[in-house]
């Protein structure tokens, strides 16, 4: 079936450098993302989520982009900080849906000091 | 106000036996939905609650696996009889109904982790 994945398992920067976390979908018919981050010992805490309408967005230190010509997602992180530290997860709904979430593997994100 | 709870938190029991895990939505969220995650793969999507009825159990591996929500608001999970495979982390979240947003956030609990050996 379609589904959501991710280019790199593990991705390690220096703290204070930008990180981007690459995600991959399949469903074209999928019209809003969403990121969620999780960290160790705790369930996924959504970040910050674009609807397919939408190309770019963002929040506080983060930004989402969206290219539906190639199907990809990616979420910029700047200026990293150790809490930063965690797996983070794309997922895929529909708008006005209450669906279950389709997610991708995970991209464990490392801060170095 | 609390968040989405699960118990227990760890639960560790031998190939056969049954498991039960529960999930506390937040009060007021008629959407609860549970999924799994196997050790290195994504979270998977395991069945959507609306109040009591079971929206969409697609996700259900197989009929090992009974979700029950009883009056609407908390939520368990058995596991019966509990096979290798079945190891991995449930997590529950729930959502508000309808609303003006066109997309409900949901909110997860911290999750079970559940070992069968």
């Known amino acids: 079936g379609e589904s959501v994945g991710l280019h790199l398992p593990t991705l390690s920067v220096q703290e204070g450098d930008n990180s981007i976390i690459n995600c991959a979908y399949s469903?074209?018919?999928?019209?809003?993302f969403i990121w969620y981050k999780q960290e160790s010992g705790k369930g996924p805490q959504f970040i910050i989520d674009?609807?397919?309408?939408?190309d770019k967005r963002q929040g506080q230190r983060v930004t989402v982009l969206l290219n539906k010509t190639v199907k990809h997602l990616s979420l910029q992180i700047a200026a990293t900080q150790p809490g930063d530290s965690a797996v983070y997860f794309c997922?895929?709904?529909?708008?006005?849906?209450?669906?279950?979430?389709?997610f991708g593997k995970g991209t464990h994100l490392i801060i170095q000091p | 106000e609390a968040g989405v709870t699960q118990f227990p938190s760890h639960s560790v029991i031998e190939k056969g036996q049954t498991v039960t895990l529960r999930c506390d939505p937040i009060s007021g969220h008629d959407n609860l939905y549970w999924y799994r995650r196997v050790m290195g793969k994504e979270i998977k999507f395991l069945l959507h609650f609306v109040k009591e009825s079971k929206q969409d159990e697609s996700g259900m591996p197989n009929n090992r696996f009974l979700a029950e929500r009883t009056g609407g608001t908390y939520s368990t999970l058995k596991v019966q009889p509990a096979e290798l495979e079945d190891s991995g982390v449930y997590f529950c979240?729930?959502?508000?109904?309808?609303?003006?947003?066109?997309?409900?956030?949901?909110?997860f609990g911290s999750g079970t982790r559940l070992t069968v050996l």
């Open positions: 469903n074209s018919a999928s019209d809003y």
């Open positions: 979240a729930s959502s508000p109904l309808g609303g003006t947003s066109a997309y409900n956030e949901q909110f």
């Open positions: 997922a895929e709904n529909m708008i006005g849906g209450a669906d279950g979430l389709t």
């Open positions: 674009i609807r397919s309408n939408m």
